[in-house]
């Protein structure tokens, strides 16, 4: 059989397909895009005279073979650029190949820091010290120390005192660790009346506020806007944490008008996080592609409440490029100065 489906301990299914070196190519190019981009090739191939499947791009008149090892030469003999297999979606990706305007997608190796992680000063694993060590390990330049805050009960938020002492441990460990540039913040809750969790003074002396909701998200779509809008006028907000606080297969995003929230982040410059997590990515795709098209800058956060979690960037970086997302909408790519500059 040249054809097989293997279900994983995991239930994870796996489709495996045996198909001659020569035809690799043209494999790879069906296999990996959506049903729709597919479709969408092959239409122009028939009006250009061509048939194509994962065997090969073939002439219709004889059945002589045009190209078939090299994905790329087939993309090229249909009249367009060779694209990124995260952008096959017919989302616009062919259109952009044909006119030569596909995006410079970010790569992992562009992120320059981690944006959003927690220490067991909340309720995470490992202490703020073994962050650290990792974040040196992983040749990241900067990293943001976000514990909850105070109202998060659940996952023992920081109380004012806690956080002033945790402020100082991070000034201590960036003296000591000058591989690293470490800030100061917290994942501040958005409370359900649409106000911060800390003061407006107690935020003034932290480095990066991420602010996220937590509870109340049952509320209708006009109220859970408005409070993200009152979060995104706090002068001290930089982030938006997981904008539409999803959890993959255990809860369905809240309801929130994304447009009004992109148009005022846009005008306070403050970002919108694709949250790094395998259980929320969030924002996913679509809408981080809809933040960039409003002009709004996308920020990366691992989320991690381990060590090993830290190891979730490249996750975020994969739904930043299934977004469209190049190098300058994506703030970890930044040098940090510019970063805690954007919003003064």
Known sequence: PTKSTVVLENMLQVDLRVIPPES????????????????????IGVKAGYKLNEYGLYHRSDDALVEAEDEAKIYEALGMEWMPPELRENTGEIEA???KKLPKLVTLDQVRGDLHVHTNYSHAIDPLEAMVKKA?????EYLAITDHSQSLAIAQGLKEDKLLEQIKEVRRLDDEYSEIRLLTGTECDNKSDGSMDYSDDLLSQLDWVVASIHIGMQRDEETITNRILEAIHNPY???????????????????????RIFEAAAEQNVFMEINCSPNRLDLRDVDARR??????KLSLG??????????????????????????????????????????R
């Open 291 to 296: 933040a960039k098209e409003a002009g709004v």
């Open 237 to 259: 907000t930089r982030v938006i944490g997981h904008p539409t606080g999803r959890l993959i297969q255990k809860r369905n995003p809240y309801e929130v008008n994304l447009d």
């Open 136 to 140: 040196i390990d992983m040749k990241l």
């Open 24 to 43: 690799y190519g043209a494999a790879l190019q069906y296999f990996t895009g959506s049903k729709e981009h597919n479709v969408k090739l092959r239409t």
């Open 302 to 343: 691992s989320d991690a409440h381990s060590v090993a979690q830290m190891e979730f960037l490249p996750l975020g970086v994969s739904v930043a490029r299934r977004g469209w997302l190049e190098a300058p909408d994506v703030v970890n790519t930044w040098d940090l100065d510019k970063v805690l500059g954007y919003r």
């Open 97 to 99: 190949a044909i006119e």
